[in-house]
């Protein structure tokens, strides 16, 4: 297994760029350097190319001329050295199967790491980004985690696993860069209206900053991200912290009644079930008593109980379900949704009046 621990910060670059970059820092020049140095222009142009190996004698001279310690200068070789026999030393069995098992090509896609066609520098980055100095770690650590308890058993175990994992793993860093006030029940519930009125607002880039940064108020991150590959999440929703919860959206079907219902599905479970448990949404057909206490939670939230009836007798009369949307303050898509997930009409049926939403071109 390659010892990739120490290159923290993925690729590592040869000590030529270092140099080069503290002759622009003093205002030396090229040929200055050369001269100070000793040699030909020829010796100091493969030095910073990195065709040139620091020895102890050319570690002295460079701390003479640039500044640093000899030892600096010795380390930053030594570091160089050995990414480069990392990046020649084929991965292990268990680090290429790791590295099947995971998105990475969306990962890529999306900006989570860099791109590159190395399968060492993948391992290396995929390793960074989710802080761990190895894959045995890795293992301990997410097949231990609550909430991807459920694809332990699952019969495409690896590549689900990793999948989910990558997604909340991405959250959870977005969502340490949100300022959130402490985590106060009441004040979330007492927002919930006004959450709900922005059901209304059929732009995200209006509700979404506008719905973040309500809920930061009552201590939930708000975090909306991309699945990868194998990723069916929709949503999920977890504590980080007793004053931080996180509320994790994947705009998964690109529709608002999906979306909403979704978002309060998730907000009931930090309502109703407090910090002590993680809940996913991955579009599984079994349901537990929690779930479905959430379901109900979302459910009642949009349309109330007392207007139950009036949403059945509704039928496929377009101009009726606008009417009632209209009377209930939500988005007439929601209605529509309802009506679909309750039988009431058919599936896709009056769909032009759900919003639709896309992702921006990557």
Not at 92 to 114: H, K, N
Not at 221 to 246: E, L, M
Not at 295 to 317: C, H, T, Y
Request: glycine letters at 6%; a negative charge; charged letters at 25%.
């Amino acid at each position: 297994m390659l010892n990739v621990s120490k290159f923290k910060h993925g690729s590592v670059c040869p000590p030529g760029d270092t140099i080069s970059d503290v002759l622009v820092e003093k205002g030396i020049s090229f040929s200055s350097f050369s001269s100070m140095l000793g040699g030909s222009q020829e010796f100091a142009d493969s030095l910073i190319k990195g065709d040139v190996r620091i020895n102890g004698d050319l570690a002295v001279r460079l701390s003479e001329i640039l500044g640093a310690s000899p030892g600096f200068w010795m380390r930053r070789e030594k570091l160089y050295t050995d990414f480069i026999e990392v990046l020649n030393t084929p991965v292990s069995e268990l680090e290429d199967q790791w590295l099947s098992d995971l998105p990475v090509a969306s990962m890529q896609r999306y900006g989570w790491i860099p791109k590159s066609r190395s399968r060492v520098m993948n391992l290396i980055s995929c390793l960074n980004f989710f802080d761990v100095p190895d894959v045995k770690t890795w293992q301990d650590e997410y097949r231990s985690t609550p909430e991807l308890a459920k694809f332990r058993t699952s019969q495409a175990f690896s590549p689900q696993l990793g999948a989910v994992a990558a997604w909340i793993k991405q959250c959870e860093t977005e969502a340490e860069y949100v300022d959130c006030q402490d985590w106060n029940r009441d004040k979330f519930i007492s927002a919930l209206p006004a959450l709900r009125a922005l059901t209304l607002e059929p732009e995200p880039s209006v509700f979404l900053p506008e719905l973040q940064r309500m809920c930061a108020e009552c201590g939930v991150a708000v975090i909306v991200a991309r699945t990868p590959s194998g990723c069916q999440a929709s949503g999920a929703t977890k504590f980080i912290s007793p004053d931080k919860a996180i509320l994790m959206l994947s705009f998964r079907y690109l529709s608002d009644d999906h979306f909403w219902f979704t978002f309060f599905h998730e907000a009931g479970h930090l309502i109703l079930h407090g910090e002590d448990a993680v809940f996913l949404e991955n579009g599984s057909e079994s349901i537990d008593e929690r779930e479905a206490e959430a379901n109900v939670f979302s459910q009642n939230l949009l349309i109330p109980a007392e207007f139950r009836n009036e949403l059945s007798g509704l039928k496929d009369n377009m101009r009726a379900v606008l009417k009632f949307a209209k009377k209930l303050g939500i988005s007439p898509g929601i209605v529509v949704g309802q009506l679909q997930h309750q039988g009431i009409i058919k599936p896709y049926h009056m769909q032009k009046l759900k919003v639709r939403y896309k992702w921006a071109e990557e």
